[in-house]
């Protein structure tokens, strides 16, 4: 992949922060699956651990799709 410019390295680091947090997201929201049935912790709470997993994810896959980065699988995941 080569960068015409500084704003495209920008665009680039910016998307895959998102990326980064949505990873966090995900690895909270697998890690608190099996603790719903503790005491003291809310379903509610992994619903929105989900749901902040899930957004971030939309922002990565618009991300991807913006800055026109190609990887065959993943190109036929989103396309599905």
Not at 33 to 60: C, I, Q, Y
């Amino acid at each position: 992949m080569t960068f015409d410019s500084d704003i495209e390295v920008e665009r680039l680091l910016s998307w895959a922060r998102y990326l980064y947090w949505a990873d966090i997201q995900r690895e909270r929201y697998i890690s608190n699956e099996d603790n719903t049935k503790l005491e003291g912790t809310p379903e509610w709470r992994l619903f929105a651990v989900a749901s902040l997993w899930l957004a971030s994810m939309w922002v990565v896959v618009e991300g991807w799709r913006e800055l026109k980065v190609n990887d065959n699988l993943i190109d036929e995941l989103l396309d599905e």
